[in-house]
């Protein structure tokens, strides 16, 4: 009767997952996003679920995070699209050059063309937990850039294909590289700045080596929390359940509005450290934006329904502007 007891009374221990996290725990994108996630939707479980945060590069990179994903290395996984050259072209909508100064624009605009299944064929190996994007990119060097004759030559550090075709349209020599390895390639001289998203700025310490931020056009960068679907399939109906309550758009609206106020804490945390930071002048941003549009024209043939990518991305970011 005892043992009937104990076994009648007795909780099967919550399943864990292990959400790796390639950045560190301080990062916006944690401390805004995941770790709020993880509280709410542990407790919606109804002790189903525990959520494992492996920060840095403990569980992998962001080249090799979603390719772990689907294996079943990792559980869940945060990443950035631009390391996953040629596998996610219409979600690199939001990269596309001045479409859009507004960030939450951009990444509810996103999550927008998921929904509706315009670029859904991309993520079938997968299950979304949300798509966001990152504060808009900066030019942070080691010497004031002002005009494109600036450009001239300048090495630049860049972490997706996009920005890496806007430098060197600009005059610049794009060197390819993830976040953790701009710093010292700037300290050895390697590069003499980078363009990057400005919270990745402080993230990265890349503030200890340059000393001016330009603001650039070059659009938003993408970026996801994934799962595993087959584990995602086994979990008990109250962590299905809890899951689905705070994730997609919900969660992606959250990370969206974090991202504006965080895009303008970094830039205004810049300046008082005695950084120079400014803004393309007007007639300079015209000369960019015409020498930037071979991007925008060749994303357009280059991506499957590219045309029809683009003018959904427009027409959801006009409407996200007005809200």
């Not at 479409?99 to 315009?118: D, I, V």
């Not at 390639?185 to 993230?203: C, E, F, K, L, N």
């Not at 399939?233 to 689905?244: E, F, S």
């Amino acid at each position: 009767m005892f043992a009937l007891l104990v076994c009648g009374t007795a909780q099967a221990e919550p399943t864990s997952l292990r959400f790796a996290f390639p950045a560190p725990p301080t990062s916006w994108v944690n401390t805004k996003g995941a770790d709020l996630w993880i509280k709410e939707v542990e407790a919606a479980s109804q002790g189903t679920l525990e959520v494992k945060l492996f920060p840095g590069l403990q569980l992998g990179t962001v080249r090799n995070l979603y390719d772990r994903t689907i294996a079943g290395v990792v559980d869940i996984a945060f990443g950035t699209f631009g390391e996953l050259t040629g596998q996610f072209e219409k979600t690199n909508v939001t990269v596309l050059p001045f479409e859009t100064t507004n960030c939450f624009a951009a990444a509810t605009s996103l999550w927008r063309l998921f929904e509706t299944g315009l670029i859904a064929d991309e993520f079938g190996k997968v299950k979304v937990l949300t798509l966001f994007t990152f504060p808009g990119y900066v030019l942070s060097t080691t010497k004031p850039v002002r005009t494109m004759e600036d450009m001239a030559g300048l090495k630049v550090a860049t972490t997706a294909r996009g920005t890496a075709q806007g430098v060197q349209l600009l005059g610049g020599a794009p060197v390819s590289l993830t976040p953790p390895e701009i710093y010292p390639a700037i300290q050895r001289g390697v590069a003499a700045g980078t363009i990057i998203s400005w919270v990745a700025v402080p993230i990265f310490k890349i503030d200890e080596v340059t000393k001016y931020e330009l603001d650039t056009p070059f659009g938003f960068g993408p970026s996801y929390f994934f799962m595993n679907k087959e584990v995602f399939a086994k979990l008990p109906d109250a962590a299905q359940k809890a899951i689905d309550k705070y994730s997609y758009a919900a969660l992606t609206d959250r990370l969206a509005k974090a991202c504006v106020g965080t895009g303008t804490e970094s830039r205004e945390a810049l300046a008082t450290r005695g950084h120079v930071v400014s803004d393309l002048a007007p007639a300079e941003a015209e000369r960019w934006k015409k020498l930037l549009a071979p991007i925008t024209e060749e994303w357009v043939k280059a991506t499957p329904d590219g045309a029809a990518v683009l003018a959904a991305y427009r027409k959801e970011v006009a409407a996200a502007s007005r809200r």
